[in-house]
């Protein structure tokens, strides 16, 4: 899941300036299970909107909606007569949210409510942890499972570093090394010999590094031509 944090009021009240209309718009999928934008947290941020302004003597329209997903047309089209009406939207999806309501609506003014942290898990309640960098050449089936491009400090991708001890990373000693993780569970499956095949250097050109990416499945597109 794509976990996100929420800015600051300061920063949302900054951001939202002197707009006298505001559309808080909340997204049902992500950003709701790690509870920094879903409909909760669209309403909240809209009620302390109107307070503040209204405080401040500059009292705004505050209103909220939450859609399904801020990353889909089809759920976006639902609230095209309130972006419309509005004078900003504040988006408290994650920055694909934020992207794509200023893409389907080009002649609205968005601006982000929340920070798009990382790719990650809820480890307890309240606690969310990094697990997947994206970077589009996934080894998780040579590593038992344990991304050692996001959960080792050093991405490293033949082993630990040798700097950790007691099997934690000489970075953080709260982070758990994930060469350690990776060793105890191939261990437990007898799968060690899988660590002597040396990998060759990573290919970042499947990464970010080589731009914005795309996929596509032709299959999907010519399913959906035919079907019209």
Known sequence: MIVAEQKSLEEIKTLVGEAEKVLVVGCG?????????GAREAAI?????RMTSKLNGNEKSVTDVTVQRQCEWEYLDQIDEQVKDADIVL???????VQAIAEHFPDAWVVPGLNTSFLGLPTEQGVWAERCAACGDCILGLTGGICPIARCSKSLLNGPCGGSEAGHCEIDPDIDCAWQLIYDRLSSKDKL????DLQPPKNWRNSRDGGPRKIVREDLRLAAE???
């Not at 999928?29 to 934008?37: D, I, L």
């Not at 988006?91 to 949210?97: E, V």
Request: a negative charge; proline letters at 0%.
């Open 29 to 37: 999928t992500c950003v709701t299970v790690c509870f920094a934008g």
């Open 45 to 49: 941020t809209a009620t302390s909107l």
């Open 91 to 97: 988006s408290l999806g994650c920055g694909i949210g």
């Open 193 to 196: 010999h899988v660590l002597l």
């Open 226 to 228: 035919d079907s019209e």
